[in-house]
């Protein structure tokens, strides 16, 4: 039995959900489809999350929704009529949308909260009544009918443990299984988000719960890339990659697969095959716990931005008892997540998202309470970083890959500001500013798989 996912591309239009309709029609293995909300139909346009979330912000700041509405309305108003749907399912999306903008929320977070997750839900329920009608027995399920349940720790949703008994009992449903992505409700019954990407974690939710033997990740390229095909042009596909390799890709800004669908699917040994919507006769990309030999010993290279690092310097650092427990606390204390902390002797460095700071002001008297607390000799901070991921399991066995990585780098100009290796010696990371990121992407990339 498959999952099978769709992503916001594969159901930006009508010509797509065809697209879509076939695909599932053509396995019966298919037994669960999970939908996200239409995304882009060309490169400039906007996915129906992001005018969700401008029409939340309207109405919190109390301006006037109707041109956004509108926007909504007709996005799924084109798909409706181009898909034959007819008054029933138009009625439907009228009323949800009334409903959804007409009533009482608890908060501004849970009135975001359930518009976002509207986007999905909407589209679960048009792409159920399509495959109706076109003679596939499909039932569109909800994710409080299922009881996906979630909870919220640290501004991150998880999913409960209770939620994998209760989607079990979705195989005994004979229709094909039409699933919204993206959320899942609390045990106060409020809808909740996952992060941006999110659909792909209800995918590899719904597949650990229903016991499925694949989880289907349907999408706009041919396979997952060594490099992202934003950056470099026509990289070279990956057929087979671990867990471990695609979770630290994805972390890393492979944001082809949601860094945290990875584990409902490691903790079942599910294994996940990312394919294209628009040519499915593809293999695409099988992500499993063990793979086949790979020609290269570097799996991919993957790279963000959006970091700053943080620098406290103090003389004997070494000796004193708890001092980076002592920093990291003090970040604690403030909510704030570090994601790196490389080391010296009299040094550390904390690496963390800039935008967790509100402003400058919040920045500084942060700074100034490290300082002071720790009693450091100086203390500095840096903006505008980029983190560059080099993730391969021939690594383990491949003598100087970093030298080789700093080599290419330096050949081009990019200064390294920071190397970190990880214990499972099948990633090193690289700090460097944001600005050299794309042509240290492109350097590394053409001294690795350029062979
Ligand atoms: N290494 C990579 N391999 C493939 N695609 C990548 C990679 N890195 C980034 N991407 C981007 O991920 C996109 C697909 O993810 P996403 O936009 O979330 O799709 P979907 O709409 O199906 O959810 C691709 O169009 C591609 O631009
Ligand atoms: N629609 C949500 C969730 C999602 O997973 O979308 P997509 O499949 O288009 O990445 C978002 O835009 O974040």
């Known amino acids: 039995m498959k999952i099978t996912k769709f992503g916001g591309s594969s159901l930006a239009n009508a010509k797509q959900i065809k697209k879509v309709f076939d695909i599932v029609k053509a396995d019966p293995d298919r037994k669960a489809v999970v939908v996200s909300a239409p995304g882009k139909r060309f490169a400039t346009d906007t996915k129906i999350t992001d005018n969700l979330i401008t029409l939340a912000e309207q109405v919190r700041d109390g301006k006037n929704t109707a041109k956004i509405l509108t926007i909504i309305k007709e996005r799924y108003m084109n798909i409706i009529n181009d898909l034959d749907l007819g008054q029933i399912v138009k009625a439907k999306l009228e009323t949800n949308l009334q409903k959804m903008v007409t009533d009482s929320y608890t908060s501004y977070d849970h009135l975001l909260n359930t518009f976002k997750a509207s986007g999905e839900d909407n589209n679960a329920q048009l792409v159920a009544a399509y495959f109706q009608q076109n003679g596939l027995a499909a039932k569109y399920i909800s994710p409080e009918k299922a009881g996906l349940y979630v909870s919220t720790q640290d501004g991150h949703t998880r999913v409960l443990p209770e939620t994998y008994t209760n989607l079990e009992k979705l195989r005994q449903i004979q229709e094909c299984i039409i699933f919204p992505g993206f959320f899942g409700v609390s045990k106060e019954k409020q809808r909740v988000t996952f992060s941006r990407g999110g659909s792909d974690i209800t995918g590899a939710i719904l597949a650990r719960g229903l016991k499925a033997d694949l989880y ?159 009693a450091a000799d100086d203390i500095s901070s840096e903006k505008e970083l980029a983190l560059l991921m080099i993730v391969g399991e021939g690594m383990i066995s491949t003598v100087g890959t970093a030298a080789k990585a700093m080599t290419a780098m330096a050949n081009t100009g990019v200064n390294l500001k920071m190397i970190d290796q990880g214990s499972s010696e099948i990633s090193m990371l690289f700090g460097i500013a944001a600005a050299d990121e794309q042509h240290a992407i492109k350097a590394l990339y053409n001294t690795f798989f350029k062979v």
């Open 216 to 374: 289907e990740n349907f999408t706009d390229v041919d396979a997952i890339f060594a490099a992202n095909p934003q950056i470099v042009a026509q990289p070279q596909k990956i057929d087979h990659l671990t867990y471990q390799e695609m979770r630290e890709l994805s972390y890393a800004g492979f944001s082809v697969l949601h860094h945290e669908a990875l584990r409902p699917a490691i903790m079942a040994n599910i294994p996940i095959r990312v394919k294209n919507t628009n040519r499915p006769e593809l293999p695409g990309t099988l992500i499993s716990r063990t793979r086949t030999d790979n020609k290269y010993h570097i799996t991919g290279i993957a790279s963000s931005h959006g970091f700053m690092s943080i620098s406290i310097k103090k003389y004997l650092m070494n000796e004193e008892v708890g001092f980076g427990a002592k920093a990291l606390n003090i970040m604690a204390e403030h909510q704030l997540s570090v994601e790196h902390v490389p080391t010296g002797i009299d040094e550390i460095s904390l690496i963390l998202r800039a935008d967790q700071f509100k402003d400058k002001e919040e920045e500084e008297s942060v700074l100034q309470e490290l300082k002071e607390r720790l």
